[in-house]
């Protein structure tokens, strides 16, 4: 099993696809395992280099004490990518992950391409997290058992028709979940990270070529932080997919991954 070292804490991470290729790294959510990428990392291995990694305190890689910081999973990033051997990888992140991505591209020159999803710049002007949306994510009723408080507290980030219809698909995502997830500690330290990150005064720096995708109905990071984010970063692409939930990369993954490789081809 593959795993690298930042500062003492290990860091898990697979790849895939063939190794000449151009490589593509992944960086997950709050709390989400590398689990949260298989859409993708399906779709691109045939004719990338795909990296995914388990951001500390979740899967395989060690959950220090907290808090966390972004800039700290930033470092990470760039301990997996050193350790991959590449001397340039085409960034993606999601929510958490792209936060990650965004200080990982402010402090390292590795990133080839920076793709952004449902993420925020942080900051004054980011819209938050809706109050009703938080309650729902950290505290679950009493009496709830382990698959019943995964589903409640993920409800917000997937729309009602996908839940009903992909009934069995949300139950292998509730496994997945229970076997690759944070802690209810490390993902409190995560969300301390998330809390206090604030790129929007730097996002001018970033000149390379940017995706910001992100779907109309989050409910987690509302789409107003995606134009944000396009008014800030110079030549920055949006893509917004219409009914989209926090999850759209999930809901929509055949959508999502033919707008993605139509980037990078292009890039």
Known sequence: MPFTDNDGV??????????NADPIVFVEGLGYGRWMWRWQRESFADD??????????????????????IKGMAGDL??????????????????????????????????????????????????????ETQERMFDVP???????AIRYKMAPAMTEEFAAERDDLVSDIVDWRLAGDASDEARKAQAIGVSNFDASDRLGELTLPTLIAHGTADRVLPFENAELLADR????????FEGGPHLFFIEQSGAVNERLRTFLDDA
Request: glycine residues 10%; negative net charge; contains cysteine.
């Open 48 to 69: 990338y280099r795909v990296v995914v990694w388990d951001n500390r305190g979740t899967g395989e890689s060690d959950a220090p004490d907290g808090p966390y910081s």
């Open 233 to 240: 970063i110079p030549h920055a692409e949006l893509e917004s």
């Open 142 to 148: 009493e009496g709830y058992d382990e698959r019943e």
């Open 10 to 19: 290990s860091l898990y991470y697979e790849e895939h696809g063939p190794t």
């Open 78 to 131: 760039e301990a997996v990518l050193a350790a991959v051997g590449v001397e340039t990888a085409h960034v993606v992140g999601a929510s958490m992950g792209g936060m990650i991505a965004q200080q990982y591209a402010l402090d390292y020159d590795r990133a080839e391409t920076l793709s952004l999803l449902c993420t925020t710049p942080g900051g004054d002007k980011a819209v938050p997290t809706p109050p």
